[in-house]
């Protein structure tokens, strides 16, 4: 599904036990408390996220998602790569943002509005509730008669609101984390609404389970880079269409990864910090610092064979700088950036790999999904750290509660 074009670390020696690496991940796979694991198994998941995409379609024009974090980043990666221009997204709680996102719907009559929310008492998605109900009941708009939910099926505001209501519910379950609920309907019914196929995204994620070969060789990558003090892990995608990708990647190594005690409270190892960068755009912007600044980070690229062998030839040039794709695909350019990038890093002693996608469609998708979800929970298993809890974001959320019941706000 994705060909790894170079190892950095292949022949420098590293800390990595590859055997302990390998007994990790089969005991990562036979893990049954990892729900996201099982999730190509669970039909009920997936003929539910068909079933409410089509009676959403036929009823509504356009469709409002809101949600935060792990309920928003895989989604709104969806819309962004398949250029879906009637969805949009309410996951900040900047007002004029949110203003603004209501000015540009043509008819909130036939709006469908999706609450997604792991947990279902997100604060962030509680408030919007509050909001939309009154913002729309002041246009004479029943917000609950074109609502819908995705949430665990427990006890929580946000189910108990659904079944108040007796509106369409889907389930996030209670053994999937909220940043690895792509195949989830979190993700698959947003992809129906895309008009992707989720048959296929299962098959990609599948191959991805099967794939395990691929995921030790760049997980030893990575924990060789960290073993080398990069803790900087920057993801490059030549792809404009990635960016949102790029967060929940982020999003999903930040969280999982960034913990100071292991599972048996001892001092955890240290790991990257993850960041993204869109091709071209950002040799313009952080590269300069990349190759001259401290030589602290470890890079992956991403390249597409789609976009570099797009076939549309440029015939004529205007300049002299220019001249030299006449007559070439233009994809050409940009495959040359990357290449060209990338070997000017590794003159400079940067290590890096790249992983080259021969196109964004449904079943590499479901791949690249679990691929990296299965690559951020080994290098978790394999330091014995928890990847699937967030203490310093509930710490977080404590503390905003704090400050909103005290007297100063």
Not at 53 to 58: D, F, G, L, N, V
Not at 237 to 252: A, D, I
Not at 384 to 397: E, M, R, Y
Request: hydrophobic fraction near 40%; charged fraction near 20%; glycine fraction near 6%.
């Amino acid at each position: 599904m994705i060909k790894i074009l170079n190892l950095p670390y292949k022949s420098s020696p590293t800390a990595v036990n590859t055997n302990r690496l390998a007994q990790d991940l089969q005991t990562l796979l036979s893990r049954p408390d990892l729900g996201y694991l099982d999730l190509v198994n669970r039909k009920n998941l997936w003929d539910s996220s068909e079933q409410l995409a089509h009676k959403i379609q036929s009823q509504f024009e356009h469709v409002v998602i809101i949600g935060f974090g792990g309920s928003s980043m895989s989604a709104r990666a969806l819309v962004e790569i398949t250029h879906t221009k009637n969805i949009s997204f309410l996951d900040n709680v900047d007002i004029n943002e949110i203003i603004r996102t209501m000015s540009h719907i043509n008819s909130l009559e036939k709006t469908a509005w999706i609450f997604i929310s792991k947990s279902g008492n997100t604060i962030e998605v509680l408030a919007l509730i509050n909001f939309l109900n009154q913002f729309l009941e002041e246009k004479n708009i029943n917000l609950w008669k074109s609502s819908f939910y995705i949430t665990e099926q427990k006890n929580n505001p946000l189910y108990n609101l659904a079944q108040k209501h007796e509106r369409p519910c889907l389930e996030i379950p209670v053994d999937v984390g909220g940043r690895f609920s792509f195949l989830s309907p979190a993700g698959m019914l947003i992809a129906r609404l895309c008009g992707l196929n989720i048959e296929s995204i299962k098959q990609g994620a599948i191959l991805a389970l099967k794939d395990e070969e691929a995921v030790l060789k760049i997980t030893e990558q990575y924990l060789s880079s960290f073993e080398d003090h990069k803790n900087i892990s920057l993801f490059w995608f030549y792809n404009s269409s990635m960016r949102w990708f790029g967060g929940w990647l982020q999003q999903l190594w930040a969280e999982s990864l960034g913990k100071k005690m292991t599972r048996q409270n001892a001092v955890a190892n240290p790991f990257s910090t993850p960041m993204i960068a869109i091709g071209s755009s950002d040799q313009h912007s952080i590269l300069q610092q990349v190759m001259d600044g401290e030589k602290n980070k470890f890079i992956t690229f991403f390249r597409f064979n789609h976009i570099e062998k797009y076939n549309y030839t440029l015939n004529r040039s205007y300049f002299d700088e220019t001249t030299p794709l006449l007559n070439k695909k233009f994809g050409t350019l940009i495959e040359a950036q990357a290449q060209g990038t990338a070997e000017a890093l590794l003159d400079n002693g940067i290590p890096q790999l790249t992983l080259e996608i021969e196109k964004l469609d449904e079943k590499n998708l479901g791949y690249l999904f679990m691929y990296f979800q299965i690559i951020v929970s080994l290098i978790g298993e394999y330091h014995d750290i928890n990847a699937f809890d967030q203490p310093g974001v509930q710490a977080g959320k404590n503390k905003t509660l704090e400050k909103l019941q005290s007297q100063r706000f």
